[in-house]
């Protein structure tokens, strides 16, 4: 049983994970082996490697798949929903956004499967399955279970898919009509191979499988699910580059209102201002020139009167960061007395931050109170 | 006419069958030194490099069937073939219809015509065609490599086929890399990185052979510009009676010498 996590308790710090998962953005493969001296099958997704050095093999909880939230006209994996009745299965509706992991390289992030055995392993049959045409050493993967940890207020559905050489797509795995047992993809023994990895809603998607096949001798084996990590948008990617596999949906890690650091900034805080949510610190930004830590409040004299200031980071909008920044002053902290402060600057800091400072309309008077107020939008309006 | 072929057929069997094994040697007569015929399973157009220079070949992965049996390099992940020793084929009943659409006129047919292809996404039924410079280690290269189609030729293309090369899109539509039907010059071409990987489409319209013959440029961070050119032979097997009927008019014309 979880415990609710105490925010004021700063002296109880919880010891943070620090076992983050390696972001791969580029050519990587989800390889299921049937190990017939163990009788159970294995995981790993292996990326890198070369012809002078070797592949990492990695668990499958340590990794995650990013998925762009930019358009697919340029270095994004955001399309919109093609509209003909052959894409419904996608689980979005005409024009909507739908990001995905392309079946054909595109140099970022490409997810295959692959399998590894001593050939005549598996044996060959035909399967029942349509989408199967002749006899071959079959082995499958089933889809067990999506889970879904994001800010979308709709239903996030996945979908897998290949497109053949005539252009129609061959619908293996799709949620929107449920998880059934045809939701399942059919591969040869030793194979390689790509696919059309779709997800409608950003956030971050932990996709269960298991891999089963029939041994030459007839037997079924079938065990080993395995989980993958895929993130969706660019709060969902900071939160699998600072947490990994069950951790990222854990209500007392990974979620955006967790703080596993226990510095009393929670994880959304963090990503606003680009701080590490493994380390606890409460620093402020250093005004005018830092490029991380929390905003900085100062008093200073603005055209002749004293005012509160703020200097914050903030993320650019064009990379899509699904959180706005609110920066606010009141006289006495009652709620509905917060007003937005006037911009005085913002200075570019790279291609994803920038550094603003805005003014207290109000001068400092008696007392004044500033704060940021970060909002997360369940969708975006691109 | 049909009933004096039977007749022929009759009198004929143990010539005809002589006449046909004769004939499967022979036909398509632009057929030059032996070469391995690859059925199924994966390989690749692969691009190696040696004592500076470019090798193509192909590279096939354990498991590919070739001759009818499945290849085995162990410990090796594969076994190597020069490109005029080795032949993907598909059968004449592994037709497609060309898809409907503007986008795939490259193709070089009509929609709905059947076209023979050797699918990116893998059917267990044909070989299924790589792209790989993975035997490249990408420190060594400064560029990608450029593979260009330079020519085309062959009993496929004599009875009016094309070639095209080409991935599909994540909604089905068509990516064309090359494509005979519309001429061939340097936009007939595709890029893989040193080191990388790829599946294509390869599609060819008629039965026959084709010998299609690839350039292939990069640019080595120590030796400089390189390049080679190779020929790559593939067989869309043609309509089995074609060779039934050939045999018969053969038989007969022997038939009808032997009775002078």
Redesign the interface.
């Known amino acids: 049983m979880k415990q609710p996590f105490l925010a004021s308790v700063f002296c109880v710090a919880l010891v943070a994970s620090t076992s983050a998962a390696e972001i791969l953005t580029s050519h990587a493969d989800i390889r299921f082996d049937y190990l017939t001296a163990n009788g159970t099958w294995d995981c790993h997704v292996q990326y890198g490697g070369s012809i002078e050095e070797p592949a990492v093999e990695a668990d499958p909880e340590s990794v995650a798949f990013p998925v762009r939230d930019l358009p697919s006209s340029g270095a994004g994996d955001r399309y919109a929903q093609p509209g003909s009745a052959s894409f419904s299965f996608t689980g979005t509706p005409a024009g909507q956004p739908l990001w995905i992991l392309p079946q054909s390289d595109r140099g970022y992030t490409w997810p295959g499967f692959d399998n590894a055995q001593v050939a005549g392993t598996f044996l060959s049959y035909q399967p029942s399955d349509s989408r199967t045409t002749t006899a071959a050493r079959w082995w499958k993967i089933s889809l067990v279970s999506v889970g879904y940890s994001g800010a979308s207020s709709g239903s996030p559905h996945f979908s897998l898919w290949t497109t053949g050489a005539g252009g129609a797509p061959t619908v293996w795995m799709a949620t929107s009509d449920g998880i059934a047992s045809t939701d399942c993809y059919y591969t040869t023994e030793n194979s390689h191979s790509h696919l059309n990895w779709g997800f409608t809603k950003l956030g971050v998607y932990r996709i269960t499988l298991r891999p089963s096949a029939f041994l030459a001798n007839g037997s079924l084996v079938e065990n080993g699910d395995h989980t993958l990590t895929f993130a969706v948008g660019t709060l969902a990617t900071w939160r699998a580059t600072h947490f990994s596999g069950p951790e990222i949906v854990d209500e007392d890690i990974g979620v955006p209102l967790a703080d596993p650091d226990g510095d009393g900034a929670a994880n959304l805080i963090e990503y606003a201002f680009n701080t590490d949510p493994n380390v606890p610190s409460s620093a402020p930004l250093t005004p005018g020139s830092g490029t991380s830590g929390l905003p900085a409040v100062l008093l200073e004299n603005i055209g002749g009167t004293d005012r509160l200031t703020i200097d914050f980071v903030r993320r650019k909008s064009a990379s899509n960061p699904q959180i706005t920044y609110h920066p606010e002053f009141s006289g006495d902290l009652a709620t509905g007395s917060w007003v937005a402060g006037q911009a005085l600057s913002v200075t570019s800091i790279d291609s994803n931050w920038e550094r603003v400072k805005v003014v207290d309309s109000q001068p400092a008077g008696t007392r004044r109170f500033a704060r940021v107020r970060i909002a997360t939008q369940a969708e975006i309006s691109y | 006419m049909f009933g004096i072929l039977l007749r022929v057929m009759k009198f004929l069997r143990p010539l005809s069958i002589a006449l046909l094994t004769t004939l499967f040697a022979i036909l398509p007569h632009d057929q030059s030194a032996a070469q391995a015929i690859w059925s199924s399973e994966?390989g690749d157009f692969g691009i190696g490099y040696d004592d500076g220079d470019i090798e193509p070949h192909w590279h096939l992965?354990?498991?590919a069937v070739v001759g009818g049996a499945?290849v085995?390099g162990s410990p090796e992940d594969g076994v190597e073939f020069e490109p005029e020793n080795l032949m993907p084929q598909i059968p004449f009943a592994k037709s497609?219809?060309?898809?409907g659409g503007a986008e795939?006129d490259f193709v070089g047919v009509a929609a709905g015509h059947a076209?023979w292809?050797f699918?990116?996404?893998?059917?267990?039924?044909l070989p299924?065609i790589g792209l790989g410079a993975?035997?490249?280690?990408?420190?060594d290269w400064s560029t990608p490599f450029t593979v260009t189609l330079t020519g085309i030729s062959g009993s496929g293309v004599t009875a009016g086929g094309f070639f095209s090369l080409y991935?599909?899109?994540?909604?089905?539509?068509?990516?064309v890399s090359m494509a005979s039907a519309n001429g061939i010059s340097a936009a007939d071409h595709t890029q893989i990185a040193a080191?990388?990987?790829?599946?294509y489409?390869w599609?060819f319209t008629q039965p026959g052979r084709y010998d299609v013959t690839f350039e292939i440029t990069g640019t080595h961070g120590a030796d400089g510009a390189k390049s080679a050119s190779a020929t790559y032979r593939f067989n869309v097997v043609p309509e089995p009676s074609t060779y039934a009927l050939l045999g018969l008019g053969l038989a007969a014309l022997g038939w009808a010498r032997r009775r002078r």
Do not use: I
């Not at chain 2, 993975?134 to 420190?139: F, I, M, N, S, T």
């Not at chain 2, 991935?167 to 990516?175: C, I, K, L, W």
């Open positions: 994966h992965h354990n498991g499945p085995d497609t219809a060309r898809a795939w076209t292809v699918p990116a996404a893998e059917d267990p039924a299924f993975e035997e490249l280690d990408p420190p991935t599909t899109d994540s909604f089905g539509a068509p990516v080191g990388a990987h790829a599946h489409n599609a």
